[in-house]
């Protein structure tokens, strides 16, 4: 007998808390979610269904209806790390609205054949990686950057 929706605790809020009591791998897009099925890495189903999309990252928790907090990791996926002239090449990730991480020393997103063209051709060296993502948010809010609206109208 398979599990349905109506009998998985669930997930109405998330908090700035850790550690859970159980731990979720995710993406950099899975962590972008309102509403979905759910398997900890424990093995615990349980259905998120928060009041809007958000951007979860590590140190946010999902408070589950049994009580229970399951922590958020950054699931390790294919990046590229990137080195060069850092500030110019980081104007062009940013030019193209490309979610990025900045480490001291190096820049990574993720594997895109199209932006590794581009930046082997402005110089960088690209190298394959595979780790978690945790990118910069957005200057104007919290979190992911969702378009550019930023409060008000350009003249």
Do not use: K
């Amino acid at each position: 007998m398979s599990e349905t929706t109506d009998t998985l605790p669930l997930a109405q809020s998330v908090t700035h808390a850790e550690p859970g009591d159980d731990t979720i791998s995710l993406t950099y897009s899975d962590r972008l979610l309102r509403r979905r099925r759910l398997t900890s890495d424990g093995g615990t189903a349980f259905l998120a269904d928060l009041p809007e999309t958000r951007g979860l990252d590590e140190g946010d928790a999902f408070l589950l209806s049994s009580g229970a907090r399951v922590a958020i990791r950054a699931a390790a996926e294919s990046l590229v790390e990137i080195a060069g002239d850092l500030p110019r090449l980081a104007w062009h990730i940013g030019n193209r609205h490309t979610p990025c991480e900045i480490g001291p020393d190096s820049l990574r997103i993720l594997d895109d054949h199209v932006l590794v063209a581009m930046l082997r051709q402005l110089g960088a060296t690209v190298t394959p990686v595979t780790a978690p993502f945790r990118p910069e948010g957005g200057a104007y809010g919290h979190g992911r950057t969702m378009g550019h609206d930023h409060g008000h109208h350009h003249h």
